[in-house]
């Protein structure tokens, strides 16, 4: 792959734990965006910005997306998923779906172009979460909903990880879907020795499939270019290409990518 450029272009990330890459001390828990670089050229780098804990308002406020802005390049890429946290209901966290939360997307889509960088919104996928009857909860509200409109409104690329989720989980069931969410037995992972039910977070295989879905989205749409994505029809994947981080390099990137406002999330 030949590039004009200064450097070959990146793919930047911003979003919150179900994009984040994991230390290794939360082994298997995987964000789909740690996972995305496998489905992406080498050559061209997938840097994940995502923040556990974060939501549009919080991440903006806290220095994050500054620090991306200040190493876009033009020709670069900037992935947009929030919306799981955006629902909670601390003052510093906490949007509105049509109102705040559009607001704060808008100064990521904005500062990109600014940029001459690409913004993409990827709505967040949904919970897992069934009733009595094993139908799915929808616990995400109107986010996906006020994302797409942001979308039209701002002539933004979109990837539905929402939308292509809820086909997913249905599919699975509430037993299926146990086994792509972190649902651990007493004993099956040292990193959560008491066993663990996570219906937020995910497992590899939950992660491998969300980030092949906009990987094969991006490709498709022209989005990116087609020969940027690679190994869609790969099944499987070993666990060192997983990404994890060792928990001083962990915590190094998420001390060095923010540009310091008094308070770190």
Not at 40 to 57: D, I, Q, W
Request: net charge negative; proline share 8%.
């Amino acid at each position: 792959m030949q590039y004009g450029g200064p450097r070959p272009p990146k793919v930047f990330l911003a979003g919150d734990s179900s994009m984040a890459t994991r230390q290794t001390s939360f082994i298997p828990m995987t964000g789909w965006g740690q996972t995305l670089q496998l489905f992406v050229h080498p050559e061209v780098e997938v840097v994940n910005c995502a923040r556990p804990g974060a939501s549009s308002k919080s991440f903006a406020d806290r220095g994050r997306l500054q620090w991306i802005l200040d190493h876009l390049m033009p020709g670069d890429y900037l992935l947009i998923s929030f919306g799981l946290i955006d629902e909670k209901t601390d003052a510093g966290r906490h949007t509105k779906p049509f109102t705040s939360y559009q607001d704060y997307l808008r100064l990521y889509i904005d500062g990109a172009r600014e940029r001459l960088a690409h913004p993409v919104l990827v709505t967040s996928h949904e919970r897992r979460g069934f009733d009595g009857h094993g139908n799915l909860l929808w616990a995400l509200g109107h986010y996906p909903a006020a994302m797409r409109e942001l979308a039209a409104q701002t002539c933004t690329p979109l990837i539905d990880l929402y939308a292509q989720s809820l086909d997913w989980w249905s599919q699975l069931g509430p037993e299926g879907t146990k086994g792509i969410f972190l649902y651990l037995a007493p004993g099956e992972s040292p990193n959560y020795p008491e066993g663990i039910e996570d219906n937020t977070h995910m497992r590899p295989v939950g992660a491998i499939e969300c980030s092949r879905f906009v990987a094969r989205t991006l490709a498709e749409r022209g989005i990116v270019p087609a020969h940027w994505i690679v190994n869609l029809e790969q099944p499987q994947f070993p666990p060192e290409a997983m990404g994890w981080l060792d928990d001083g390099t962990h915590d190094a990137l998420v001390k060095a990518r923010t540009v310091s406002t008094g308070a770190v999330r």
